[in-house]
């Protein structure tokens, strides 16, 4: 894999953290702003929301810079940004940051998913779309829990200067390894009009796997979001365990993410997404049921963390697949867009659930049900698919077997 898809994730990594990090911040927040424990969770939401917009609007806007041009100056904006967020004591200016934030974050994932397929080609795409995600994964291991700690020990504050200091050097490692024009990097330069890329999603196979990957990140998020008041008011454990348990998330996520990124790159990824969305939901039903049993909660964040990513980075390689060659810069900008769909929607759907009164528990049940809603989906889409095959056989349900779709 080249050096500089590793770059990428470093800056992927600040980022990754900053997008987390609230998991472990929200009672913090709340507190020090005066605003309920559903406002300050609500952050993530808005912070998904600049990325659904960003991803395809930052991707328009930057068509006709250069790679490096355009890593640039969305890392930078994302550190400014922070900067803003660590000095203010208004809320309403703190859900400002995290929009200019989120903006400036899915530009930058975007430009760098479509610059890493480029580079690493259709046959590994899936590889370095782990390697790129994997800065996120590896800031749910060591970000969000050292974001937790920071805020514990010096107040909600400290992990948003933490962000904006660990993008300085990704910003160096942007100027000194991705060079200006090379043969890699001129392949993802815009070939296409913008009406060209925006025509690609009329395809019904990509609308479907955005519509999948926004329903298994939005479970992902509504879950993740809320699961430190899962530790303390459901499991009974000390706001201590909070850092680990997240620690257990990440490590699960950077192996779902890690298995995913090559399931996408193998034939039968139909089948083996079926059997894994079908774990996923298990796992957030059992979890729902038995979050009062510490153990259950502690074991099944890595599990859950596991799964989850796994699904969601296959589905990430699939679409950027299905967009081909035909959106070269706005491949990425679909999959970022969907994905952060989900991850307002959940966080969203999981704070109405407490705000109504059903308690902490309930963004797990939220969680289980948006995944259950993704495999209704898959299996509606598999027996329309049977149908379609079936009327296009002549002689209509014959003996003759449909042929087989590959993943």
């Keep these: 894999m080249p050096a500089v898809v590793y770059l990428l994730a470093l800056a992927v990594f600040a980022q990754g953290t900053s997008e987390f990090m609230l998991a472990g911040l929200v009672p913090q927040i709340a507190a020090g702003l005066s605003v309920s424990v559903p406002a300050a969770g609500s952050l993530t939401?808005?912070?998904?929301?600049?990325?659904?917009?960003?991803?395809?609007?930052?991707?328009?806007?930057?068509?006709?810079?250069?790679?490096?041009?355009?890593?640039?100056?969305?890392?930078?904006?994302?550190?400014?940004?922070?900067?803003?967020?660590?000095?203010?004591?208004?809320?309403?200016?703190?859900?400002?940051t995290r929009i200019v934030a989120a903006?400036?974050?899915?530009?930058?994932?975007?430009?760098?998913?479509?610059?890493?397929?480029?580079?690493?080609?259709?046959?590994?795409?899936?590889?370095?779309?782990?390697?790129?995600?994997?800065?996120?994964?590896?800031?749910?291991?060591?970000?969000?829990?050292?974001?937790?700690?920071?805020?514990?020990?010096?107040?909600?504050?400290?992990?948003?200067?933490?962000?904006?200091?660990?993008?300085?050097?990704?910003?160096?490692?942007?100027?000194?390894?991705?060079?200006?024009?090379?043969?890699?990097?001129?392949?993802?330069?815009?070939?296409?009009?913008?009406?060209?890329?925006?025509?690609?999603?009329?395809?019904?196979?990509?609308?479907?796997?955005?519509l999948l990957g926004a329903l298994v990140n939005g479970a992902t998020f509504g879950a993740f979001t809320y699961l430190a008041p899962v530790v303390t008011d459901v499991a009974g454990l000390g706001k201590g365990w909070v850092p680990p348990v997240l620690a257990l998330f990440g490590l699960g996520a950077f192996a779902g993410v890690t298995a995913g990124g090559r399931l996408a790159d193998r034939p039968g990824l139909r089948r083996t997404l079926g059997l894994l969305t079908t774990a996923l939901l298990a796992g957030w039903v059992l979890l729902a049921l038995l979050a009062h049993v510490a153990a259950v909660v502690v074991a099944g964040a890595g599990v859950q963390g596991t799964l989850s990513f796994a699904v969601g980075s296959a589905l990430i390689a699939r679409s950027l697949a299905?967009?081909?060659?035909?959106?070269?810069?706005?491949?990425?900008?679909?999959?970022?867009?969907?994905?952060?769909?989900?991850?307002?929607?959940?966080?969203?759907?999981?704070?109405?659930?407490?705000?109504?009164?059903?308690g902490y528990r309930s963004p797990l049940w939220v969680s289980a049900a948006l995944v259950a809603a993704a495999a209704v989906v898959t299996l509606s889409s598999l027996i329309l698919e049977k149908a379609r095959n079936r009327s296009d056989i002549p002689g209509g349900d014959s003996a003759v077997t449909p042929r087989s779709t590959r993943g």
Aim: one cysteine or more.
């Design 45 to 96: 939401s808005a912070y998904a929301v600049g990325m659904v917009v960003g991803a395809p609007a930052m991707a328009l806007l930057s068509r006709r810079w250069s790679p490096r041009a355009a890593l640039l100056a969305f890392l930078t904006a994302f550190l400014l940004a922070h900067v803003v967020a660590a000095t203010t004591g208004s809320y309403a200016v703190l859900v400002g």
């Design 103 to 210: 903006l400036a974050n899915a530009g930058f994932l975007a430009v760098a998913l479509s610059t890493t397929a480029a580079i690493a080609g259709p046959r590994a795409t899936g590889r370095a779309t782990s390697v790129l995600l994997g800065g996120v994964t590896v800031a749910c291991i060591a970000g969000v829990p050292g974001g937790a700690l920071l805020g514990q020990s010096w107040g909600w504050r400290a992990p948003f200067w933490a962000v904006a200091l660990a993008c300085v050097p990704a910003l160096l490692a942007i100027v000194r390894a991705v060079p200006r024009a090379t043969a890699d990097h001129r392949s993802t330069e815009p070939t296409a009009s913008a009406r060209a890329e925006l025509a690609v999603l009329r395809r019904p196979r990509l609308r479907l796997v955005l």
């Design 322 to 358: 299905a967009a081909g060659d035909r959106a070269p810069r706005l491949a990425g900008a679909y999959a970022t867009a969907a994905m952060n769909m989900g991850a307002a929607a959940g966080p969203w759907l999981a704070g109405a659930a407490i705000a109504a009164g059903a």
